[in-house]
């Protein structure tokens, strides 16, 4: 739309507004008449603001008074005052449905006015209130993601300075496996944060704990499955792709797995501090950790080489992930921490005899050969599907699953939130 064609609509629009207000005025004494002008005034002032706000830039000089002069529009525009909703809240355009009658007009004009009043006089408090909120959440969230990185980055510094450069490439080779681990979960059930958000936005504390538990089960089965098929395959993987002069990597990617496993399982935990804007106490203990995988990594990379750097970062999950991690959670968002610790525990014990047994069966493909390899974990996580289908699931759960597959139209589909039963 050209600029004139804005200016016009804008016109119409206060025209509109002041035509209404002094309705009331031509009808009523000498008070009426003032009051009317002075919404008259109020309404230019507001439709200022509203340009400012909107980004559109300032008036003409001379617009007002054209339009205050000839303020006598068509009524049938004032339909778009119900925009001014979007900045005030539900409730302040409640008189509009007598406006066509004429008989609450000023009264629906002196609620604007008055509302405009108050957003004037209280705009700069609200906005800064509201950036402070929004870059509160931000800097937190950024804070967190800085030592998210530093937990997984810092031990390669830690072995240059202490063991020998050559023995990074070694220990590199792990870290990538570990950060694919994570970079899975986190794709795999990253969705459930805006869930969690929408269920806290509408207050429904069942919902949460049902989507958080439905959640933990199926963070739990992916972990257990990636982190024993690295175990299980990553030695015969490692020989046959990088020699077995790097076979030295393995107990190291074993160490690792171990401690992403114990972040990983509980993802639905973290996404659910955000959804609830308790992310800050993440962002602490994201940290504490990265301190102490610092200060275990130092005293047990010489005695240990490269097995103890990786072993001061399962020390640091331990005592973060495993300690004080759920408790916290549990606490923050008034969930049963023993019955949580029970649900975790149990789902990832079933979770691992499951891996276990699928392992064993294929154990005849762990030798350094790529068809084999791919054989042999192709037949595993057959045999694991199928049995976390019909051991870890329970019927809603599998039902629910069917229907995200088929994706059917016209098909109703399963709420998470309805998909597991709270333990």
């Not at 925009?83 to 008989?103: D, P, T, Y």
């Not at 459930?192 to 207050?203: E, T």
């Not at 629910?400 to 139209?409: G, L, P, Q, S, T």
């Amino acid at each position: 739309m050209t600029e004139h064609g804005n200016r016009q609509s804008e016109d119409v629009f206060v025209g509109d507004m002041v035509s209404a207000a002094r309705e009331r005025a031509s009808l009523c004494g000498e008070h009426d008449k003032l009051r009317g002008a002075h919404a008259g005034a109020i309404v230019h002032v507001f439709f200022d603001e509203v340009r400012s706000v909107l980004g559109f830039g300032p008036r003409r000089a001379n617009q007002a008074d054209d339009i205050f002069s000839n303020g006598v529009g068509n009524r049938h525009h004032a339909h778009q005052l119900l925009e001014i909703e979007n900045l005030f809240g539900v409730g302040h355009c409640a008189h509009f449905g007598g406006a066509r009658g004429g008989g609450q007009v000023d009264n629906f004009y002196f609620v604007v006015c008055a509302q405009v009043v108050e957003y004037r006089i209280e705009k700069k408090a609200v906005e800064l209130k509201i950036a402070k909120s929004l870059s509160s959440y931000s800097v937190y969230t950024f804070l967190a993601y800085i030592a998210d990185t530093i937990r997984f980055q810092i031990d390669p510094l830690v072995i240059s300075g202490l063991i020998g450069l050559a023995m990074v490439t070694h220990y590199r080779v792990a870290g990538v496996f570990a950060q694919y681990y994570m970079q899975m979960i986190i794709f795999s059930v990253g969705m459930l944060q805006p869930v969690f958000s929408r269920l806290h936005g509408a207050g429904d504390r069942p919902g949460i704990e049902k989507v958080f538990y439905f959640g933990t089960k199926l963070s739990s089965c992916i972990s257990i499955f990636i982190c024993l098929a690295l175990i299980g395959w990553g030695k015969p993987f490692i020989i046959r792709w990088m020699g077995l002069a790097y076979q030295d990597a393995y107990w190291p990617l074993v160490v690792l797995s171990l401690a992403v496993l114990l972040d990983v399982c509980q993802k639905p935990s973290i996404d659910l501090l955000y959804a609830t804007f308790n992310h800050r106490f993440y962002t602490y203990t994201n940290w504490a950790e990265g301190i102490l995988n610092l200060v275990f990594s130092l005293l047990l990379a010489k005695p240990l080489g490269i097995v103890g750097v990786a072993l001061g970062t399962l020390i640091g999950a331990f005592l973060i992930r495993v300690v004080l991690q759920p408790w916290w959670v549990c606490r923050v968002n008034g969930i049963g921490y023993p019955i949580y610790m029970r649900f975790l525990g149990r789902n990832l014990l079933y979770c691992t005899f499951l891996m276990g047994a699928a392992t064993a069966i294929s154990a005849w493909g762990l030798r350094p050969s790529y068809p084999l390899l791919v054989a042999s974990a192709i037949c595993a996580t057959l045999i694991y599907a199928i049995g976390s289908w019909l051991v870890v699931f329970n019927p809603v759960e599998r039902e629910y699953f069917k229907a995200a597959i088929r994706k059917r139209n016209g098909q109703k589909d399963i709420d998470p939130a309805t998909a597991v039963a709270v333990p």
